[in-house]
Each structure stands twice: as C-alpha cells, then as structure tokens.
C-alpha cells in the first residue's frame, strides 16, 4: 500500500520527536528470584553499558540517554561522576535518569525510606540526597524513585506511620533538588513484597508527588498494574491533571516480569501513544498544559541475547509510537461526539492495524540509518566481537549481583 504525502509528512515528524532512554541494567547479566543466567556478552562495567548504549543507538538513532541505576554503576557515588562524563563523551550517549537504589543493601530488609527504624529511614534519604547530587553534576533531569518498601503480612506493620515517613522523606528530597529537575514517584502492587506496597498505585504516587513539590510527578511503569487494568485511562488522568511524569516501558502477562514493550499486548502500547499524542495537539495549540513526559525502557533480559532485545524494544516502540501518531484525530473526535460507535472503533483500529514498517524505514533511510536495525546488528559483528571479548571474564557480576 503506498501512503500519501500528509502521511508520509505525519510519520517523519512523529518519528523525529520520538526519543526513548535505555537503562543501564537491561546489558547486565539478571535473572529470576531463583537463580541468574549469565550471558557471555552480558556488561559487568559501565564501560561496557556505555558501549551498548551507544551502539544501539548507531543502529536506531532514538537512544541518545541511558538510565544509571546508583548503586550499579555509582559504587563510589558522586565520585563516580567524572568517570561517567568522560564515558558520556567517549560514547556520544548522556546520563539519563538517575535511579536510587533503596532495595538491595542489608539494612533495608523491613524497608527504606519507611523503615521503623529512623537511622535507616535516615540513610535511605541520604543516598536519595547522593543521587540527587549525581544528577545535578551530570546535568540529568529526572530521579526516579521506586521504593520496595511494603510488608508481607497483615497487621506487622502500620501502613499509616508508613504514609507520613514517605510524605517526609520526599519532601526532604525535593527541597534539594535544583531547577529543572524533577522527581518521579513510580508505583508498584507487589513485589518484593506481598501484602502491602507501601506506593501500590497510582493514586498514592499521585498524593505522594503532590505532598512532595511542583518539581514531583508520576511514573508508570506498564509492568505494574493488576491484570486487566486500564492503563490509557490513568495515563489520561496524569496527562489532565499535568502529574505525568514518566514511563517505564516493558511488558506482562502475569506479573512484573520485564518482558519486551508490546509483546503480549501491543494494541495497548498502541492505545497509551494515542492519549499522549492527543495530549501533545492540545499542547501545541496552548490549550493543554505543556507536555513533557520521558520515555524509558525498563526491561532487563535473562533469556533473549540482551543487545537484540534492547533493539526490537525500540524498534517496537517506534512501530507503535507512529500507528498511534496516524490516528485522524480530527475525524475521531467528530465520531466520538456523534456517538458513531462502530465508526469510531474502526478509525481507531485501523490505525493499529496499519503495517507502518514501509514508514519506518523509509525515515530510517532518510536519517542515514540502518533499514533493518536488528538485521544489521546481526551482520555487524558487535555481539560476536563482546561475547568473545566479555566471555572470559564474566562472572554472576553486574546488576542484581
Ligand atoms: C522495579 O520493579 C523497577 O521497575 C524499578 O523501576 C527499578 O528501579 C527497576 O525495576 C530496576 O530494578
Ligand atoms: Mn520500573
């Protein structure tokens, strides 16, 4: 099927504006709960994740920040901070996100910034304070908080001490943070624990980020929801209210499990890119509020080859990103207004069903990149070139070491 000019027009803006941060811990070796399977070409140096980085990048041309996780790729933390702008430079990628790390030391077993204990409570905020620094000197925008925080069983803990150490915790983090940076909440239902979160939805990181300052907004993380829930519809609340902050891309089928964006469900990757790009018209025109929402990926691979997974995200989320952006919006409002049930439905899903993949390349072609991005990464060589390199020195190493 050949697509007109205005499509044609359409599709390279959409894909021009369409920017998306890996994060650091998606090239480390990771696994299950029961056990890590390591890969040879896995990285376990933020040289190495740099690397990665950059050549996905090569190969895309829409990952120019990677997201550092504190404790991974910061062991010293704001003395580390050099070591990352030399790497910045070297590898032509920049330090996206900032995320603490509140869950992997010892002290944290009953809970960070919602710990009885005020010491631990104290510390926790400290390493927040620590990466809010590291992001201030590395000129990084966004911290993104996820607490594991919660309880396992009915009555051991009180949920509302736990509400107002939260509510203080944040507020001290966002009383250091400079202009222009922003803290984003993300919410989880469960894991690691299992009967309480202590920030379950997104409702709670809404009432968080609001007690926190005007610089706090939410993250959804499409992996955190129950089974069934309307995502696109909460989205469409956080974009009303101006409390959108984030994404953390990624997939599930049962729980939080990593899996590749648009995996098991494109048509709501699909639904959510709709809500933003209605989102975005309205901005445009001055009638919306400025929209300003950062696109990360959150996955990190245990059985796929990590390179490959990390390009067929993007890949994918370019895919996506465009049917949603070839919606005739216009046309979609009027239907919706006279309530053209069918109509509308169709106009909708016919913009899903639309095999896009002629329009991406041929932007990719435009912009001087690979036509087939996974198909040149395998002719590369890149993979073979860190497995044979990597292989004998890798150990269970890396993130979630
Ligand atoms: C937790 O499941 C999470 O989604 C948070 O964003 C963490 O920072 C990230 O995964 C990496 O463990
Ligand atoms: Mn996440």
Redesign the pocket.
């Known amino acids: 099927m050949g697509f007109s000019s205005k499509v044609s027009e359409r599709a390279v803006q959409a894909l021009d504006a369409f920017a998306v941060e890996i994060p650091s811990?998606g090239f480390a070796n990771t696994g299950t709960r029961f056990g890590k399977y390591v890969q040879a070409a896995a990285a376990t140096t933020i040289e190495e994740k740099f690397s990665d980085a950059a050549e996905v990048n090569h190969l895309t041309g829409a990952t120019p920040t990677m997201a550092l996780?504190v404790l991974w790729d910061f062991p010293n933390g704001v003395a580390d901070v050099d070591r990352v702008r030399a790497l910045e430079r070297q590898f032509g990628i920049r330090a996206g996100s900032i995320?603490p790390n509140l869950f992997q030391s010892q002290q944290y077993k009953f809970g960070s910034l919602c710990n009885p204990s005020a010491v631990i409570r104290d510390e926790a905020v400290e390493h927040v304070l620590t990466s809010i620094q590291i992001g201030v000197e590395l000129g990084s925008r966004d911290i993104?908080m996820?607490v594991a925080d919660g309880s396992n069983y009915p009555g051991t803990q009180s949920i509302r001490k736990r509400i107002v150490w939260l509510e203080e915790a944040l507020q001290k983090a966002h009383a250091a943070m400079q202009p222009g940076q922003r803290l984003l909440v993300?919410y989880?239902p469960f894991e690691p624990a299992f009967y309480h979160t202590d920030i379950a939805d997104w409702g709670m990181a809404l009432h968080l980020a609001k007690a926190a300052g005007p610089q706090a907004k939410v993250l959804v993380?499409l992996?955190?929801h129950y089974a069934g829930q309307n995502i696109e519809q909460i989205v469409a609340w956080l974009l009303h209210t101006g409390m959108l902050g984030g994404f953390?891309f990624n997939d599930r089928r049962y729980a939080?499990d990593d899996l590749t964006l648009g995996s098991i469900d494109p048509y709501q990757v699909f639904r959510i890119f709709h809500e933003i790009h209605l989102h975005e018209v309205r901005a445009a025109k001055g009638d919306g509020m400025e929209l300003d929402v950062a696109f990360m990926i959150?996955q990190s691979h245990n059985l796929k080859d990590k390179m490959e997974a990390m390009v067929q995200t993007v890949v994918a989320a370019q895919e996506l990103w465009l049917k949603a952006a070839l919606v005739d919006r216009e046309h979609l409002s009027n239907l919706q207004d006279e309530c053209r049930l069918v109509e509308a439905e169709e106009l909708f899903r016919g913009a899903f069903w639309t095999d896009v993949r002629p329009l991406v390349a041929e932007w990719r072609a435009a912009r001087e990149l690979p036509i087939d991005p996974l198909a040149a990464l395998r002719e590369c060589g890149y993979v073979e070139r860190i497995t044979k390199e990597r292989g004998g020195k890798q150990s269970v190493g890396g993130s979630y070491a």
């Open positions: 811990w996780h995320n993104s996820w993300e989880k993380d992996g955190h953390h939080d959150d």
